[in-house]
């Protein structure tokens, strides 16, 4: 064996030897830095994923099926927000003149599904009651196939775009009218429809932040990957409804009536037969859309004519969006307060304050006004529809629950549409900007004021004859009280006492909400 020299030995450890070693420390480095990012990534999810259980299942929600059209409805937002993600800035990117026109023609367009949603979709879906888990899963079903169908109208530029956009519309109105009408199906004892339906809009915010973040990221891409990623969330979403617990669907036996409804009826018959409870809570409820359309579309037109100094548009119109989102998370959380708060005076007050903010923003143009009355818009938003939909849900028989739904849609769309109308035909002046839209919301709180009071005036001799309906009630539900009738469906005393303090004496039998 021949002998080493020294310097050959010197050479062999030399630096490529040293690099060789530091390279291998440096993958090691690298694994072990990706095994723990990953421990750690799947036990925060893990946590997350118990704790969003957890909040989902409590107070009884997981024996009643509450819990599972929670995660079915988180899921399902998650898709919407991928969907808004595609869609989103292809209007407001062209100039404010050419925006103005478009955003016109958009405002039209979205009537457009509302045609059938009220006199058609929501009598449809009363006559099949009984199947509510598959009419749900089909919406889902529609939008999830629409979207892959929109992802190659996208790439090939086709003018097919606005027409599926609008089925996929139509398909979401029609989920929220189901969705509406089975939540007190699934009511547990431990809850009331306000917290009921806080719990759900608080995981809806989650869903639609998930879904929102993924879609960015896909985005990237381009749009039609978004647009796939939303058809898979749909897909699954459809999967998890269909898989629904039985109670949802309203069981059809020899005691039910059957009752069919005709598809179409006059508008001043409908709003006649309308509980004057609903009527002056939707009268409310609609300023909320109103001033957030306006909102949306003005704020946007405005920084962009007439900067604040100091600010930019997408700073302000950032700071406008934070702060709305964190009213929607206020008015989510304080709905579901073990106690929730009453939901009509808790409708007045939000009134109120949003006439005021509206005056406020008017004579005071400034940062912290933009963001007080888009703070203010959130709140009144997500607040009151957790008011109204209780309200509905208490007042309305079951059998007539998506019809009557349908319609408040509809007319909270036609809201939406007449505030972002305002909008773009007002001068882009502050001033005149909110003042109008104080002098529509206060116009709007008055003709909810004369509708209460028209209500509380009316005798039983002129109250519309009640229809009536052998109540069904799922297991481990229990069954959707309605305070006015608590007398004679022989209620225990003390829960009718207990109606009266959270309701208030308005709901005595006197009054008609036959639909």
Not at 228 to 236: D, E, G, K, M, T
Not at 309 to 325: E, K, R
Not at 431 to 457: D, E, K
Request: net charge positive.
């Amino acid at each position: 064996m021949e002998p080493v020299d020294p310097i050959e030995r010197r050479a062999a450890s030399g630096p490529p030897s040293r690099f060789a070693a530091g390279t291998r420390r440096v993958t090691r480095a690298m694994s072990t830095g990706v095994r723990v990012t990953a421990r750690v990534t799947a036990s925060g999810s893990q946590r997350t994923g118990r704790a969003f259980r957890t909040f989902a299942r409590r107070d009884g929600a997981e024996q009643s099926g509450l819990a599972r059209f929670i995660e079915m409805h988180t899921v399902q937002v998650a898709g919407d927000a991928a969907l808004t993600v595609s869609l989103a800035g292809t209007v407001f990117a062209m100039p404010t003149d050419q925006a103005r026109g478009a955003v016109a023609l958009f405002l039209l367009l979205t009537m457009a599904p509302f045609v059938l949603l009220a006199p058609l979709v929501g009598p449809v879906l009363d006559r099949f009651r009984h199947g509510r888990r598959w009419a749900i899963g089909t919406t889902l079903a529609i939008r999830g196939f629409f979207c892959w169908v929109l992802a190659g109208a996208l790439v090939a530029d086709s003018p097919w775009v606005f027409p599926l956009a609008l089925v996929c519309l139509v398909a979401s109105r029609a989920y929220a009218v189901a969705r509406a009408a089975a939540i007190p199906r699934l009511l547990p004892d431990g809850l009331d429809l306000v917290t009921a339906n806080s719990r759900i809009m608080i995981t809806g915010l989650i869903g639609m932040g998930v879904g929102g973040a993924f879609a960015a990221g896909a985005s990237r891409f381009g749009a039609d990957w978004s647009l796939r990623l939303a058809f898979a969330i749909y897909i699954a979403a459809t999967v998890l409804a269909i898989r629904l617990p039985a109670q949802v669907d309203t069981p059809v036996t020899d005691e039910t009536p059957r009752i069919r409804p005709p598809l179409r009826s006059a508008p001043e018959e409908r709003l006649r037969n309308l509980p004057h409870r609903v009527l002056h809570a939707l009268i409310i409820q609609s300023g909320a859309r109103f001033l957030v359309a306006f909102l949306t579309l003005f704020l946007i037109f405005l920084t962009r004519e007439n900067p604040l100094p100091g600010w930019s548009t997408p700073v302000l119109i950032g700071g406008a969006v934070a702060a709305a989102g964190i009213g929607n998370v206020l008015g989510s959380l304080v709905g579901n307060k073990r106690v929730a708060p009453p939901p009509t005076p808790t409708l007045v007050v939000l009134g109120i304050i949003a006439v005021v903010t509206c005056i406020v923003t008017a004579v005071f143009y400034a940062p912290w006004s933009l963001f007080l009355i888009s703070f203010v818009g959130g709140v009144y938003t997500q607040l009151g529809k957790l008011c109204l939909d209780s309200i509905v849900q208490i007042e309305v028989l079951e059998s007539r629950h998506s019809r009557v739904f349908a319609w408040i849609e509809t007319t909270l769309q036609m809201a939406w549409v007449l505030g972002g109308a305002l909008a773009i035909v007002l001068p882009l002046e502050p001033g005149i900007g909110f003042g109008a839209a104080a002098a529509f919301l206060a116009l709007g709180f008055l003709l909810a004021v004369r509708a209460r009071v028209h209500g509380i005036r009316i005798t039983p001799a002129e109250s519309p004859p009640r229809q009536t309906e052998p109540p069904t009630r799922a297991p481990h539900t229990r069954p959707v009280r309605r305070p006015d009738r608590a007398p004679d469906r022989g209620l225990e005393p003390s829960v009718d006492r207990a109606r009266e303090q959270r309701f208030g004496r308005s709901y005595d039998d006197r009054y008609g909400s036959g639909y």
